[in-house]
T-cell receptor
Framework: LAKTTQPISMDSYEGQEVNITCSHN???????ITWYQQFPSQGPRFIIQ???TKVTNEVASLFIPADRKSSTLSLPRVSLSDTAVYYC????????????FGAGTRLFVKA | DADVTQTPRNRITKTGKRIMLECSQT?????MYWYRQDPGLGLQLIYY???????NKGEISDGYSVSRQAQAKFSLSLESAIPNQTALYFC?????????????FGPGTRLTVL
């Protein structure tokens, strides 16, 4: 299983763009990169998934360089409600059981 | 996600007691999972099931057992609860047919073992 490394915590202010980078040096050819968001005492919620280059949805963008050894979750114009833990996961689409959640990145958005 | 429900939401029990946590889903997904989360940490996979006849151990299955009674129901049992099983427990579902391994989580069960 590809191991991921991401910062333990980050601080930001409302209205700023936040970029959280995740390292996954041992990513396999069939692996996708997935990000989840978790609020206190709630289950994680899927944010975005990608394989290469750039993926954008209504919530975030995911940037993946050509070597795929890292990825960056970009949250545009964060608000206080974006304060949460963000998890980066790597795994193939068929093997959902391989979803391994590490400690994640605690994002704290200040007013 | 309201499509995945867990009961009870909170439970306090004593060491040595048998506890069952239940999970139900209306998403029609074949795959179901049980995780535990300790304060300040990520989620650890306890058991997972790819269909009614399939049960697999996860990272931390010792002290736990599961039952997949139907596609929609997946129960987690603590045969003899101990204090270090105090944690937040999440059930999740997924469907590889939708093109991703996105998991849909329930609201969680907070278990305290005294």
């Amino acid at each position: 299983l590809a191991k991921t490394t991401q910062p333990i915590s980050m601080d930001s202010y409302e209205g700023q763009e936040v970029n959280i980078t995740c390292s996954h040096n041992n990513i396999a050819t069939n692996d996708y990169i997935t990000w989840y968001q978790q609020f206190p005492s709630q289950g994680p919620r899927f944010i975005i998934q990608g394989y290469k280059t750039k993926v954008t949805n209504e919530v975030a963008s995911l940037f993946i360089p050509a070597d795929r050894k890292s990825s960056t979750l970009s949250l545009p114009r964060v608000s206080l409600s974006d304060t949460a833990v963000y998890y980066c996961l790597v795994g193939d689409r068929a093997g959902g059981f391989k979803t391994i959640f590490g400690a994640g990145t605690r994002l704290f958005v200040k007013a | 996600d309201a499509d995945v429900t867990q009961t009870p939401r909170n439970r306090i029990t004593k060491t040595g007691k048998r506890i069952m946590l239940e999970c139900s889903q209306t998403k029609g997904h074949d795959r179901m999972y049980w995780y535990r989360q300790d304060p300040g940490l990520g989620l650890q996979l306890i058991y997972y099931s790819f269909d009614v006849k399939d049960i697999n151990k996860g990272e931390i299955s010792d002290g736990y057992s599961v039952s997949r009674q139907a596609q929609a129901k997946f129960s987690l049992s603590l045969e003899s609860a101990i204090p270090n099983q105090t944690a937040l427990y999440f059930c999740a579902t997924s469907d590889p047919g939708i093109g991703s391994n996105e998991q849909f989580f329930g609201p969680g069960t907070r278990l305290t073992v005294l």
